[in-house]
């Protein structure tokens, strides 16, 4: 059972700038470290943003996270094909004692 | 490079056992805490299980508490699951990943549990 809500969906032309909210609670995003993960089909999830809004090496600033209070965000700026996959919000919860996940995004390019 | 590479996955009957085993590489395996993820299919992804790096702390996600056992021997770079008492819905690919953030992944080991 998922605790953090996502959009089941978002969408934008190439060149496009697309964000996924991530809304949670007072027990895991506000309190917690946020995390982004990107999975294309058929492969295993990839790290976009740990530490709510740090990028590893490697991962195109295109890729940014914020947080805000019991929300997060990931923006995608200058959307390209190889962006169409699922996100996934995560953080740990202080109350469960263990991650969790959002309920995922399917962001399309049109 | 860093590698995580699960195996041990199968079909098994309600009830029954499986452990799944990740070996790990390329990085200094005892300084990272380890995780567990799963995913049923066409599903999205469920925090399963971790372990500190030398196995004092260990949490999991209530729905395998009792029934699943995460462990670790850092003498041999490798991470556990041990799966009692499956249940259908425990039909998922199950993914080994590197530390409480979940930097690194592996390709998954699929689990089925079915009659």
């Known amino acids: 059972q998922s605790v953090l809500t996502q959009p089941p969906s978002a969408s934008g032309t190439p060149g496009q700038s697309v964000t996924i909210s991530c809304s949670g609670s007072s027990s895991n995003i506000e309190s917690n470290y946020v995390y982004w993960y990107q999975q294309l089909p058929g492969t295993a999830p990839k790290r976009l943003i740990y530490?709510?809004?740090q990028r590893p090496s490697g991962v195109p600033d295109r890729f940014s996270g914020s947080k805000s209070g019991t929300s997060a965000s990931l923006a995608i700026s200058g959307l390209r094909s190889e962006d169409e996959a699922d996100y996934y919000c995560?953080?740990?919860?202080?109350?469960?004692?263990?991650?969790?996940f959002g309920t995922g995004t399917k962001v399309t390019v049109l | 490079e860093v590698q995580l590479v699960e195996s041990g996955g199968g079909l098994v009957q309600p009830g029954g056992s499986l452990r799944l085993a990740c070996a790990a590489s390329g990085f200094t395996f005892n300084t990272f805490w380890m995780t567990w993820v799963r995913q049923a299919p066409g599903k999205g992804l469920e925090w399963v299980a971790n372990?500190?790096?030398?196995?004092?702390?260990?949490y999991s996600v209530d729905s395998v508490k009792g029934r699943f056992t995460v462990s670790r021997d850092n003498a041999k770079n490798s991470l556990y699951l041990q799966m009692n008492s499956l249940r259908v819905e425990d039909t998922a690919v199950y993914f080994c990943?590197?530390?409480?953030?979940?930097?690194?992944w592996g390709q998954g080991t699929l689990v089925t549990v079915s009659s």
């Open positions: 530490g709510s809004n």
């Open positions: 990943a590197r530390g409480e953030g979940m930097g690194a």
């Open positions: 995560a953080a740990w919860d202080d109350s469960l004692s263990g991650y969790v």
């Open positions: 372990i500190k790096w030398d196995g004092s702390e260990k």
